[in-house]
């Protein structure tokens, strides 16, 4: 299976700007710039985007941790956080930060734990970073 996505590009760093968007048409023409990934500006940035493949990537893959546990989520809701720094003269994602808010009918702590550190470990996106990955999880009563 194959996903496919295309940036476009216009100008220097700092007052180019471009637009991504995927073959599933989600984004279209979808802005970005230098103002949008390090200030405020108007549009996403591949950070954000990573962010939101990260957390959808982990939920998908705890529901299936579950599942295999015999359980099945009232509710997953999964924020992830990306940290993009400056690191050795250029930048690097020094974190992808998850925090989980999770309502399980039935569920034991231990339980709830063996299935998020599975998915955490498991999705295919954690997979594909090379940074340090944290998990704050609350099983919700």
């Known amino acids: 299976m194959k996903r496919t996505a295309q940036a476009k ?3 220097d760093l700092k007052t180019g700007s471009g637009e991504i968007s995927m073959a599933s048409g989600t ?3 979808t802005p970005y710039s230098f103002h949008s990934r390090f ?3 108007k549009g996403t940035n591949p950070e ?3 962010a ?3 957390a959808g990537c982990f939920t998908m893959a705890l529901s299936n941790q579950l599942a295999q546990a015999g359980f099945k989520a009232e509710s997953l809701e999964t924020t992830c956080t ?6 050795d003269g250029g930048f690097a994602i020094t974190e992808s930060h998850l925090e989980l808010k999770a309502k399980v009918p039935g569920a034991t702590r231990e339980a709830f734990d063996k299935a998020t ?7 295919p ?5 090379n940074t340090n990955i944290t998990l704050d999880a609350k099983l919700e009563s």
């Not at 990306?82 to 690191?87: A, C, F, W, Y």
């Not at 996106?125 to 970073?129: A, D, P, Q, R, T």
């Open 9 to 11: 590009w216009q100008g």
């Open 27 to 29: 984004l279209s023409h």
């Open 39 to 41: 200030e405020q500006g």
């Open 48 to 50: 954000e985007l990573l």
């Open 52 to 54: 939101a493949a990260h």
């Open 82 to 87: 990306i940290t993009l720094e400056q690191k």
């Open 117 to 123: 550190a599975g998915a955490k470990s498991g999705c």
């Open 125 to 129: 996106v954690s997979k594909l970073y």
